[in-house]
């Protein structure tokens, strides 16, 4: 059967209460119709709702106080039985579910409160209902509207015999509820754009995403048992979870998280076994969970939260997801000013997940008052597991020192590469002992392989990773995309790689792009243009040196044609002072956050690229790291060179005053982190990059390889 002959969904909207009641159906099925009664054929559909198997999301609308939103509270099921699933609901599950208990008492004060969306299909097997109900899930989580979401399970499935339908049958079902209630079910476009929907935990996983998720879980039970070898049953372990950019850590680890929050049951705080059993180390219930998600970075923090809060794994903000200096307050000893003691570690957890551990700290700062991160987290876990990519390390208070590095990854021999290649990826190393910071602790990693976020064949990923890796520049492979054998239409558009001779044009192209894709917020795709921190940048202060107060990106070109940096003397500057994107020879725009809205910028906790004004801005690591664009434009600013065919990275030119000083005032990791800077931005676009680089000959290297 061809997609376009696919069965059209049966979707019917009722009071939650009104399952046994035809005559309520009927009028719900009309009303919905836009007729005044029901043919015997549109009867007949109705078959496909009480006799086939169904997916139904029960719903609950009120409006915000502060800012008259809607906000939803949303259950999403499947069942073979819709009528015996909604008295099972009503009468049982109040009894011993909180999430049921509040749709009763809803009930009870107004009847019409509750509704509930009942999903057919003639084409409804189980495998197929329990995939409708995971991407379901997985969409709404993205949805701005949602406040609470309730499930406890992930339930994307394998093959089965209609999988193949599957994709066209939920775009069906997606657009028919949108057509209902645009506020619960926005654009696909933009649900897909939107951060949560890319961190979610209802991805479905891939073979090695799978192979790993359960090798860890067992793990993790044997660890949590205290089974295993006497000598090391008490000791913590640490899990590495490494790949490259784009390589589904994230997804893993997220999708890692929800299991054990909903499995381990991460609010259950009875357990004293779990506590120290010293009463002056106890830490109070309040403070304790089984399972923390920690990220040292502001945006990303905020969206584990919101992932947290929305599915119930915590009350408030802060609970169960948090930053790495958090929770390391939280679990020390205090002074009697109540200020954390690093060195003093007080009760622990069972499990703490660090997303971009790259991140966590290897010295003391403002905020943090101990050595290195990741050994005052081993103190205070009987597990951490750690996502780490040194590739992606930008700070020198990020760097480790050689012997360290060494002894958490050790240099692989050739044919240890070539092993992992070939099928070991997505498998748990056998634990070894790992003696660190005078302490012990077991250690073992697992490695992901698969490219996920850059949509584009194995030459042109290649091209991108020798770039972002300051190798070389080769000839830019033209990808043709792929497209399905018989219908010939495209499975995965041809990922574009373009050089601009102009960083005005290169940033018009990506505004168009945005436009043009007609996604996210308010109408603006996820298309950003970011930039290597060559130009100053002081969050928080005024530029006084610019006639508009703010930090810019800023450019000229001379009467060569060339590009160089600042404004030519006696040029208008500003990015207020006029339009920079009507004049050809001058380029001024905003560092990240610095733009106004009202009379806020925005927050460094919200997603940059997610919000409409941001648009007319420039990125950097500091707002993109971890996150995807749909197309990204980076601008390569002096810091990276070109010089005898070679890419050479010139610290001098750069105003990343934490990637370029010195460790202890002697040991420089400039050229590191500096090389690592441009392999994130590098990374960022699924579907195009589109390239500008300030330094001639890296521009002419650039532009040669695109013209070949």
């Known amino acids: ?78 069942t073979n039985n819709i009528r015996s699933r909604t008295m099972q609901h009503l009468r049982e599950d109040p009894k011993t579910r909180v999430d049921w208990k509040e749709f009763q008492e809803n009930l009870q004060s107004d009847a019409r409160s509750v509704w509930q969306y009942v999903i057919g299909n003639p084409h409804f097997n189980k495998s197929l209902t329990l995939d409708v109900e995971n991407r379901l899930m997985h969409y709404l989580l993205g949805s701005d509207a949602v406040k609470n979401l309730n499930n406890r399970r992930t339930n994307a499935q394998g093959d089965y015999y209609t999988q193949d339908e599957f994709n066209q049958i939920f775009s069906d079902i997606w657009l028919e509820l949108n057509r209902q209630d645009s506020e619960l079910f926005p654009a696909e476009e933009i649900i ?81 076994d779990i506590l120290e059993t010293d009463s002056s180390l106890k830490i109070s219930k309040e403070d304790r969970r089984k399972a923390y998600i920690l990220v040292n970075h502001n945006q990303q923090m905020h969206v584990y939260n919101q992932i947290a809060s929305k599915l119930g794994l915590q009350k408030h903000f802060g609970e169960v997801a948090l930053k790495p200096s958090q929770f390391i307050n939280r679990f020390s000893e205090k002074t009697t000013s109540n200020r954390a003691i690093a060195d003093k570690p007080r009760g622990k957890a069972d499990v703490v997940l660090v997303d971009e551990a790259h991140l966590l700290l290897t010295q003391g700062d403002q ?166 921190y060559d130009w100053e940048y002081k969050g928080g202060k005024i530029n006084d040196s610019s006639p508009d107060g703010l930090w810019n990106v800023e450019m000229h070109r001379d009467a060569q044609g060339v590009w160089r940096m600042g404004a030519a003397q006696g040029m208008p500057r500003g990015y207020d002072a006029f339009n920079p994107d009507g004049r050809a020879d001058y380029f001024c725009h905003p560092w990240n956050y610095e733009i106004k809205v009202g009379d806020k910028g925005l927050s460094l906790d919200a997603v940059w690229a997610e919000s409409p004004h941001t648009l007319n801005e420039v990125g950097s690591t500091f707002s993109i ?76 290297a650039l532009k040669e390889a695109a013209s070949k």
């Open 367 to 532: 905020g943090y008052s101990g050595k290195n991160m990741l050994h005052d987290l081993l103190r205070r876990a009987k597990v951490v597991i750690a996502v780490f990519d040194p590739n992606q390390i930008l700070q020198t208070s990020q760097r480790w020192s050689e012997e360290d590095q060494d002894m958490l990854f050790p240099q692989q021999t050739e044919g240890d590469v070539q092993k992992t290649a070939a099928g070991y990826s997505g498998q748990l190393e056998r634990f070894v002992p790992l003696n660190m910071w005078g302490d012990h602790y077991l250690l073992s990693r697992i490695c992901l392989h698969r490219q996920f976020r850059i949509a584009a064949g194995d030459a042109t990923i290649r091209w991108i990773d020798d770039f972002a890796d300051g190798k070389r520049i080769g000839r830019i492979p033209q990808d043709i995309g792929e497209k399905d054998r018989e219908t010939g239409e495209y499975v995965r558009e041809p990922f574009e790689i373009r050089v601009f001779d102009s960083p005005v044009e290169l940033f018009k192209a990506i505004k168009e792009k945005a436009y043009l894709k007609a996604s996210g917020v308010d109408g603006c795709g996820l298309s950003r243009v970011v930039a290597t």
């Open 192 to 272: 897909r754009d939107s951060a949560l929907f890319k961190a979610s935990p209802f991805h479905q996983l891939s073979d090695d995403q799978i192979a790993a998720e359960e090798s860890i879980m067992d793990a993790l039970s044997e660890a949590l048992a205290g089974s295993g070898d006497s000598a090391d049953s008490g000791l913590s372990r640490l899990i590495f979870v490494q790949g490259v950019a784009g390589t589904g850590k994230t997804v893993l680890l997220s999708h890692l998280f929800y299991r054990i929050a909903t499995e381990m049951d991460i609010n259950d705080e009875d357990d004293e």
């Open 1 to 78: 059967m061809t997609k376009s002959a696919l069965p059209k969904p049966i979707i019917i909207d009722l009071p939650y209460q009104s399952i046994d009641d035809k005559a309520e159906i009927e009028k719900a099925f009309v009303e919905q119709l836009g007729y005044e009664t029901l043919s015997a054929v549109e009867r007949e559909t109705l078959h496909y709702i009480f006799d086939y198997p169904t997916v139904y999301v029960v719903h609950s609308k009120k409006r915000n106080q502060h800012t008259l939103r809607p906000e939803y509270t949303v259950y999403v099921g499947e």
């Open 625 to 700: 790291q971890g996150f995807d664009l749909n197309y990204v434009g980076v601008i390569i600013g002096p810091s990276v060179t070109y010089r005898e065919g070679k890419i050479v990275f010139n610290e001098k030119a750069s105003c990343n005053k934490r990637a370029v000083s010195k460790r202890n005032g002697s040991i420089s990791y400039a050229q590191s982190n500096l090389r690592n800077e441009l392999n994130v931005l590098l990374k960022r676009g699924v579907h195009g990059l589109y390239l500008f680089a300030v330094d001639p000959e890296l521009q002419a």
